[in-house]
């Protein structure tokens, strides 16, 4: 089975600068996928970011960016230039590939509370 | 596009009673539903995968006596809470595939969760 852990209950940064949310792994699948999940709270999930483990080069989405290192199983999540409406509840997310039999369902990590202080 | 409704968004009910619950893809078909439980500042668990057609396949630990699911069309699948306790209170989140996948990472729709109270 796998495992996410996320090991930062709780994370603060001033609005605009930089933030970085960790996240690691344990897994014995050589493919799979990487999510990050934000929950404000309204508590509606919302994907920020994802990340397929083939592929080396880490995904990029606007102020959102990922550090995936696969031989570490760490998967950290940078949010640059942060702002107010960032502040929320983040979940880094496992999922193994689509077999075709069916999707799996997530699995997720205990999830990071991102405060941004004006 | 991609939207996932679940009904209702907030109940309360006497301990004994059962509850059900809906989660309906509005704008695609999905093969496959999950039905996830979060409690006061944890995680999402997954409790169930709901495949159209077919049985539900629970994770280990969760009763399938207890949450009955129906997933009885492309777009409907349902989580019935049976003989409900105050310590089944939670809230319960739902998500959709589409089916045949979405893309290569066959992306999961999130609905916005339903918060059940018992007496």
């Known amino acids: 089975a796998q495992t996410v852990t996320q090991s930062q209950p709780e994370m603060s940064v001033q609005e605009a600068e930089t933030v970085t949310l960790s996240c690691t792994y344990d897994?014995?699948?050589?493919?799979?996928?990487l999510f990050w999940y934000k929950q404000p709270p309204s508590r509606q999930m919302i994907l920020v970011i994802r990340q397929e483990a083939y592929k080396q080069q880490n995904a990029t989405e606007n102020r959102f960016s990922v550090n995936f290192q696969k031989a570490a199983k760490s998967f950290s999540l940078k949010i640059s230039d942060s702002q107010l409406g960032d502040a929320a509840m983040y979940f880094c997310a496992y999922r193994s590939p689509y077999s075709g039999g069916g999707a799996d369902g997530l699995t997720f990590g205990k999830g990071t509370h991102l405060i941004i202080q004006p | 596009g991609a939207v996932v409704s679940q009904h209702p968004s907030w109940v309360i009910c006497k301990s004994g009673t059962s509850v059900k619950i809906e989660c309906r893809s509005l704008?695609?078909?999905?093969?496959?539903m999950f039905w996830y439980r979060q409690f006061p500042k944890q995680s999402l668990m997954l409790m169930a995968t709901?495949?159209?057609?077919?049985?539900?396949?629970?994770e280990q630990g969760v009763e399938k006596d207890k949450f009955l699911i129906n997933h009885a069309s492309l777009t409907l699948s349902t989580l019935t809470v049976t003989s409900a306790h105050p310590e089944d209170s939670s809230f319960y989140i739902c998500?959709?595939?589409?089916?045949?996948?979405?893309?290569?990472?066959?992306?999961?729709?999130f609905g916005p969760g339903t918060r059940l109270t018992v007496l």
């Open positions: 897994t014995s699948e050589s493919d799979y996928y």
């Open positions: 998500s959709a595939s589409p089916s045949g996948g979405a893309g290569p990472y066959n992306e999961q729709f």
């Open positions: 709901s495949n159209e057609g077919s049985k539900a396949t629970y």
């Open positions: 704008d695609f078909q999905a093969t496959t």
